[in-house]
């Protein structure tokens, strides 16, 4: 980040102080094609798609150089089953049927990826038909379980991870997934994990993407208030099922073609479907510039659980830590984990100022590039939603008496350091 582009974004937040993380967005008619790699800079992605919150496409011309794009794919563009067998073949995989609905998902079990294969061989040799369903190999951690070297480098534009960066710290998980499957698989009407941002490329074959804009999901709840399933079901038609139906407007469609890399912005929801046999490569991430996204997200779902077990709030010791345990169990993450994952990104960032690193350095997990204007502004955005944080009520009936440093502690740190970057 150049000091141009951070003077841009703290204006950009100084507009929303006071704010809800915002539910509306421009109406759109079309997502962006970014063509050419060498005349589109991070500072463009910045301004133009990270802070506006805007969906666009990138052209294969991004993703060339890629190892995977090389390796996995065969000359006629198909899945090159051979090279990953012969690489990958042990290796466990998590899988979905979707054909089988589980809630508002699809149940998974867990195969070798030389199983699978052979599935999807099957599946293939059966006209795209097979008694064992219509199944999807999705979340594989290939970064997690072995070297991901040589299969794909991480785009600059999508360099500022903080999710990532935090589960490598703590070197137990990560948000980094290959997603793999046969023509007619798909996944589901969702938001990504704590209203993150991501990205995704397709390796080989074809993706259709529907997307709706923050807000527009709640006009597409049925008369429970649940949302859809799938978005493409002739039942969200029935206006006694959806009668909010016609205060949505109809999804942005992008068609994703081999090469081609998608970003996902933070709370759109959406809905995908593979057009042919494809691999992609996808990350969840976030950063400054969605983190009040992640904390507005984190407050609603631990008022949902709350709502779900309030009956017990007088009866049951201790029922506010219990409301934390179980939104952990729910959402992967609850207020504690919050801080812990503020103090870990803030830290770096003290400590990045503290020596003085150049823009040259690579700081803060695999792939991060890190100049000081980008750390003044993360330290920037970590304060104000700490602030946030350390004022919640819930948050103060958290047994902090264990953190180090204190968020009270905490808090002071990155507001001297945000009074001393003003003239970075």
């Known amino acids: 980040m150049d000091r141009e582009a951070r003077v841009f974004a703290e204006s950009h937040f100084r507009g929303l102080e006071g704010c809800l993380p915002r539910r509306v967005c421009p109406k759109l008619d079309r997502v962006d094609f ?137 070197d137990v998980d990560d948000y980094r997934f290959i997603y793999m499957g046969p023509t007619g698989t798909w996944s589901p009407f969702h938001a990504d994990i704590f209203r993150s941002f991501s990205w ?92 009040a996204n992640m904390w507005h997200f984190l407050q609603q779902e631990l008022c949902a659980v709350q709502q779900e077990i309030i009956e017990w709030r007088d009866s049951m010791p201790d029922w506010h830590h219990h409301c934390q345990v179980i939104m952990k169990s729910c959402s992967g993450i609850n207020f504690e984990e919050f801080y812990h994952f503020l103090k870990v990104v803030a830290e770096r960032r003290l400590l990045f100022l503290a020596k003085g690193m150049g823009p040259g350095k690579v700081e803060g997990g695999k792939g991060t590039r890190l100049g000081p204007q980008q750390a003044a502004f993360d330290i920037c955005r970590i304060a104000e939603v700490l602030e946030s944080v350390v004022a919640h009520p819930d948050f103060q009936r958290v047994d902090t008496s264990a953190f180090s440093p204190r968020p009270e502690e905490l808090l002071q740190q990155l507001e001297e350091a945000v009074a001393t970057t003003t003239s970075l």
């Open 34 to 170: 970014i063509e050419k790699p060498d005349s589109f800079s991070y500072a463009d992605f910045f301004k133009g798609y990270l802070l506006p919150n805007l969906p666009c496409v990138f052209s294969s011309a991004f993703t060339e150089g890629w190892g995977s794009r090389r390796l996995w794919v065969t000359p006629s563009g198909k899945p090159n089953f051979d090279y990953l067998l012969q690489n990958y073949g042990d290796v466990v995989v998590p899988v979905a049927n979707c054909g089988v609905r589980e809630y508002n998902s699809n149940p998974k079990e867990h195969m070798t990826l030389r199983d699978y294969i052979s599935y999807w061989k099957e599946y293939i040799q059966g006209n795209y038909s097979s008694s064992r369903g219509c199944l999807y190999l999705k979340d594989w951690h290939l970064c997690r379980d072995s070297s991901a070297e040589g299969v794909f480098t991480l785009p600059i534009y999508f360099s500022s991870d903080w999710l990532n960066e935090y589960w490598d710290a703590l």
């Open 200 to 291: 995704s490329v397709n390796i080989c074959g074809r993706k259709k993407w529907f997307f709706f804009p923050p807000g527009q999901e709640e006009a597409l709840r049925d008369c429970h208030g649940s949302l859809p399933y799938d978005v493409t079901s002739p039942t969200l038609l029935d206006s006694r099922l959806h009668p909010m139906r016609d205060h949505c407007s109809p999804p942005l469609e992008v068609t994703q073609e081999a090469g081609e890399m998608v970003f996902v912005p933070s709370g759109w929801h959406h809905q995908v479907h593979n057009l042919e046999d494809t691999i992609s490569i996808n990350h969840n991430w976030v950063n400054g510039c969605n983190l």
